[in-house]
Every structure is written in C-alpha cells, then in structure tokens.
C-alpha cells in the first residue's frame, strides 16, 4: 500500500509563501508522475499541477502560473510545491497524488491518479 504525506500547509498573509512537501512511500518513485490538487469548501477539488516522471514535464491550471512551482525530488520520493504571492482564493486543503507506473496520459484528471495523500490544509487572509 502506498502512503503520501503532505506538509507545509498552514495560515499566511496575502502576498506570502509556502513549499507544500509530499512524501511517498513507494520505492520506484521516479516511475511515477505526480499532481498536486486542492478543494475549497463547498467546491469541487481541482487540478492545481503536475510533473511528469521521472523529472519531467510540468503543468500547471492558469490561475497558479508564475506563482506556484512543482518539483521532485526522486532521490528523497517527495514533491514539492513552493507557492508565492498567495492570494485569499488559493485558500484550500491541497491533496497530493500519484498516478499508476509509466503512466503518459493526461495529469489533469483526478481520475488518472490512484494514491492521494490525506491533505493539508492552505489559508490566505487578505
């Protein structure tokens, strides 16, 4: 059974930032890619980015381009999210995922993935 762990979430002032980490437990680490989703309350949970493996790739959604960044670390099984100039609606639990092995199709889909994390909680205050 593969296990993610997130870290980094917590509370900032618009304008700030925060480097989201997602550990897995799963040995052939580069062999997977990896997305970083997010929900806010009432709302569906949606793309945020990917990267593809084994250091790839990456995608972002239009709203966090320029700001977010996501990495990997294939040597320690973790991915990274560095957030900058965070805004209010970036408030959300962000989830990290992980898709089957060799997989090349579409990461913007939860579908495609088939290990998340337990999530981590994001605030903005304006």
């Known amino acids: 059974q593969v296990q993610l762990v997130e870290s980094g979430g917590g509370s900032v002032q618009a304008g700030g930032s925060l480097r989201l980490s997602c550990a897995a437990s799963?040995?052939?680490?580069?062999?997977?890619?990896m997305g970083w989703f997010r929900q806010a309350p009432g709302k569906e949970r949606e793309f945020v980015a990917a990267v593809r493996w084994p250091a790839g790739s990456t995608y972002y959604t239009d709203s966090v381009k320029g700001r977010f960044t996501i990495s990997r670390d294939n040597a320690k099984n973790t991915v990274y999210l560095q957030m900058n100039s965070l805004r209010p609606e970036d408030t959300a639990v962000y989830y990290c995922a992980q898709t089957p092995p060799y997989y090349s199709g579409s990461l913007y889909q939860r579908s495609n993935y088939d290990y998340w994390g337990q999530g981590t909680q994001v605030t903005v205050s304006s």
């Open positions: 799963r040995r052939t680490f580069s062999s997977y890619a």
